[in-house]
């Protein structure tokens, strides 16, 4: 009898301790994150833009500065997104200017938290080897999303392409 107490002691002391270290490398899930929807207005890989740089539109003055900038090359120059900039506003990332083709740039996703908007930006650069247009490029990607107004991260990831 007294050794069925013992086993029955360190059958519930184990099954605590297990319990235990189990609630302690549970990862926090109470983080409440949601992806945000947004439409593509423009991608693409000729303008004028030859710096990597993200821009965040929220007027039609900043639009219509920036669009004039950006589109100096066409003639005739694109006609201007109608935007309700009570409801939404316009995000561009620019990846700058390479001498060759094989470079793009794509927002991928988006998601809002309680601190801040993350936005993922892809770069894509061509391998060594690739194959590559002999063209100036200035690979971009512009966006209309939701109007937002906390604060804006961006996180760019780059990837190589392999080309044998």
């Given at each position: 009898?007294?050794?069925?107490?013992?086993?029955?002691?360190?059958?519930v002391?184990v099954?605590?301790?297990?319990?235990?270290?189990?609630?302690?490398?549970?990862?926090?899930?109470?983080t409440?994150e949601?992806?945000?929807?947004?439409?593509?207005?423009?991608?693409?890989?000729?303008?004028?833009?030859?710096?990597?740089?993200?821009?965040?539109?929220?007027?039609?003055?900043?639009?219509?500065?920036?669009?004039?900038k950006?589109?100096?090359?066409?003639?005739?120059?694109?006609?201007?997104?109608?935007?309700d900039f009570?409801?939404?506003?316009?995000?561009?990332?620019?990846?700058?200017?390479?001498?060759?083709?094989?470079?793009?740039?794509e927002?991928?996703?988006?998601?809002?938290?309680?601190?801040?908007?993350?936005?993922?930006?892809?770069?894509?650069?061509?391998?060594?080897?690739?194959?590559?247009?002999?063209?100036?490029?200035?690979?971009?990607?512009?966006?209309?999303?939701?109007?937002?107004?906390?604060?804006?991260?961006f996180v760019?990831?780059?990837?190589?392409?392999?080309?044998?």
């Amino acid at each position: 009898m007294n050794q069925f107490i013992r086993c029955s002691f360190l059958l519930v002391y184990v099954t605590i301790s297990l319990n235990l270290v189990n609630c302690s490398t549970k990862k926090n899930t109470t983080t409440k994150e949601r992806q945000l929807e947004f439409s593509t207005l423009y991608k693409g890989f000729y303008c004028t833009q030859n710096k990597r740089e993200n821009n965040i539109i929220k007027d039609s003055k900043a639009l219509e500065a920036f669009w004039n900038k950006t589109f100096a090359k066409e003639f005739p120059i694109r006609d201007l997104p109608r935007i309700d900039f009570s409801k939404q506003m316009l995000i561009a990332c620019f990846n700058g200017e390479f001498n060759s083709g094989g470079h793009s740039i794509e927002i991928t996703k988006i998601t809002k938290s309680k601190r801040s908007i993350q936005i993922n930006v892809d770069i894509t650069r061509p391998g060594m080897k690739c194959a590559t247009s002999a063209a100036f490029t200035q690979p971009y990607h512009i966006i209309l999303v939701d109007l937002f107004k906390t604060n804006i991260d961006f996180v760019d990831s780059t990837t190589t392409t392999v080309c044998n």
